[in-house]
């Protein structure tokens, strides 16, 4: 487990970014997605100052190397370090590719991402965040693969985008109580595919589409793309007595931040357009951590019509009807 150390009397301040998913030819100079991803995560990065850069999945797609390169060599560029976990674009090809991209992640020194146990998938890892010897909140990098065979209740077989399997769920809870013993105060578990829970979740609270609750805040504009079923995840969460919040990427314009059972389940900022996008909700979310575990989760937002004047840029335009849920 890698150790990032906290100063004391000082926040640390961890940015996340999510699904910039940009193919090889977007990194071209001349595309506009280019500018508008790296106007973003520098805007971040300079309003925030953070002490981390995670990645919550979807970093590019299978094979597209030169854009899993040009993505770390501009996180390297700020000269902190940097972490992420996989996404299902970055698995849809097999774990080849994915295997050959954490090669290539791992040549650059800032990079915190481990393999971990090949068992469960690739990239679960943990990252200890201590003030001097003082253990403070561990953040748990999980692996939620891609999709699954998945048997709908009227029996037709069909596909679902995967949980998080029962060996991991019980690794993530064993390293968790031992963490707990050892004086660690919380801890957020990252992902890229949101659990099942996110649906009773969003359940407890959106009443038009727009979050009305009073903890609460954030948008649902899209289905909640989980596995479709109980996924234990949240027993768990609740049993680990460590976790309490949870950020997932995967939706690209769902963003909300819900209290439910204990933990804070929330939706990463989507982070520049690509695949799919909607500009008003573009940017990050800030995780920030004092000396007695994590104080705040918030998106912050970037505003980059200026670069998309004139440009041929889609965004996702769907109205979403609530009893998709
Ligand atoms: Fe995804």
Redesign the pocket.
């Known amino acids: 487990m890698k150790i990032l150390q906290k100063l004391n009397g000082k926040d640390f301040v961890i940015l996340n970014l999510s699904?910039p998913q940009m193919n090889d030819s977007e990194w071209n100079e001349d595309h506009p997605y280019r500018p508008i991803l790296e106007y973003t995560i520098k805007e971040l990065v300079t309003r925030h100052s953070p002490d981390l850069i995670t990645v919550t999945?979807?970093m590019a797609y299978p094979r597209h190397f030169h854009s899993y390169e040009m993505l770390a060599q501009l996180l390297d560029s700020f000269s902190i370090p940097w972490a992420f976990v996989w996404?299902?674009?970055d698995h849809q090809d097999g774990i080849e590719s994915v295997l050959e991209a954490a090669k290539l992640f791992k040549k650059h020194p800032l990079c915190q991402f481990e393999d971990g146990e090949p068992i469960f998938g690739n990239g679960n890892y943990i990252l200890g965040i201590n003030e001097g010897e003082q253990p403070v909140t561990a953040l748990f990098m999980i692996d939620s693969h891609n999709s699954t065979d998945y048997t709908k209740e009227n029996g037709e077989k069909s596909w679902a985008y995967d949980k998080l399997w029962p060996d991991q769920l019980a690794w993530i809870g064993e390293q968790a109580a031992a963490l707990k013993e050892i004086g660690y105060k919380d801890g957020l578990m990252m992902l890229?595919i949101p659990l099942n829970a996110y649906r009773a979740a969003a359940k407890t609270v959106f009443t038009s589409g727009r979050c009305g609750h009073v903890d609460g805040y954030g948008d649902l504009n899209e289905p909640i793309c989980s596995y479709p079923a109980e996924d234990g995840a949240l027993t768990m969460l609740k049993e680990s007595g460590l976790i309490t919040h949870v950020l997932a990427?995967?939706d690209h314009c769902n963003n909300f931040i819900i209290p439910y059972e204990g933990i804070q389940m929330m939706f990463a900022c989507k982070t520049g357009p690509g695949c799919y996008w909607k500009a008003s909700i573009n940017g990050g979310t800030i995780i920030t951590i004092g000396e007695n575990g994590i104080k705040n989760a918030r998106h912050d937002f970037v505003d980059v019509t200026h670069l998309m004047e004139g440009k041929d840029i889609h965004e996702h335009q769907t109205d979403y009807e609530r009893q998709i849920l």
């Open positions: 699904d999945g979807d996404g299902n674009h890229h990427g995967h």
